[in-house]
């Protein structure tokens, strides 16, 4: 029994009529919004090439040369992404370049660049939290000296940390206590828009200084959560936030 075309006439015909108005991870999701399916940027790339499905003059013109500022992206954002978040990130960045996978593989192999991740800890590595006891450690600036009365009064100004491991600052009797990082953001960066966070550069929650505090929407970081980039090294945080945004406007599209 002969099976079905995998692609049909009104599906190869979108993808042509398409093609040369979208780059691929674009025409992929509007792809599977019109006909209901779930295909990856790969499966779209094949089809593509099988049936010969071109883009015309815009991805026909001589290939361009990767200059100095291509190059210096390249080597910040490979140390968080791998080839195909690369290329899309690329894309994104400097439009109209169309730089496919094979092309920016050859870039970072003729100018040895390196991802330098090796998928583990490396010898000596130490974790933020490495050597630190209880839940109390970042608090003791704000613990009464001995001989206090009463033992447990706690001033406006004292620090405890919680059981989640944020610090938390008391900002007024009777017992108000508010999240540290939040009331130093606040007082360096203004108010905190409605459905944002305050996460962490390097990913400790008690390293508070204004510099290692990033506001981020809660789309965001559930596209961070979602792609497994919400806890990547602080050298690699914008990479990980360009590649969130890049994601959610490509699914806006789809979903326009």
């Given at each position: 029994m002969k099976k079905g075309r995998v692609y049909n006439k009104a599906m190869l015909a979108f993808l042509a009529e398409h093609y040369p108005k979208m780059f691929v991870p674009e025409l992929t999701a509007a792809f599977n919004?019109?006909?209901?399916?779930?295909?990856?940027?790969?499966?779209?790339?094949?089809?593509?090439?099988n049936h010969n499905i071109k883009a015309g003059v815009r991805r026909n013109r001589t290939p361009r040369r990767y200059e100095n500022k291509?190059?210096?992206?390249?080597?910040?954002?490979?140390?968080t992404l791998n080839l195909e978040q690369l290329a899309e990130?690329?894309?994104?960045?400097?439009?109209?370049?169309?730089?496919?996978?094979?092309?920016?593989?050859?870039?970072?192999?003729?100018?040895?660049?390196?991802?330098?991740?090796?998928?583990?800890?490396?010898?000596?590595?130490?974790?933020?939290?490495?050597?630190?006891?209880?839940?109390?450690?970042?608090g003791e600036k704000g613990w009464f000296k001995k001989g206090a009365v009463p033992i447990n009064y706690k001033p406006v100004g004292?620090?405890?940390v919680n059981t989640d491991g944020y610090v938390e600052v008391k900002v007024a009797e009777p017992n108000k206590w508010s999240l540290k990082h939040r009331v130093?953001?606040?007082?360096?960066?203004?108010?905190?828009?409605?459905?944002?966070n305050v996460s962490f550069r390097d990913n400790n929650p008690q390293n508070v200084e204004p510099s290692n505090l990033i506001l981020?929407?809660?789309?965001?970081?559930?596209?961070?959560?979602?792609?497994?980039?919400?806890?990547?090294?602080?050298?690699?945080?914008?990479s990980a936030l360009l590649l969130a945004n890049l994601t959610m406007k490509i699914n806006k599209k789809a979903v326009a």
């Open positions: 919004k019109k006909f209901g399916k779930n295909k990856t940027t790969d499966q779209i790339k094949s089809c593509l090439s291509h190059l210096e992206f390249l080597q910040k954002h490979y140390l990130v690329f894309n994104a960045e400097f439009k109209n370049f169309n730089a496919d996978i094979e092309s920016i593989r050859a870039c970072l192999k003729n100018n040895k660049i390196r991802s330098g991740r090796t998928g583990h800890f490396e010898p000596g590595h130490k974790s933020w939290n490495a050597g630190m006891k209880g839940l109390n450690t970042g004292s620090e405890r130093v953001y606040e007082l360096h960066y203004g108010p905190i828009p409605k459905s944002h981020m929407s809660k789309d965001q970081n559930a596209v961070l959560n979602k792609i497994g980039l919400a806890d990547v090294p602080a050298e690699a945080k914008d």
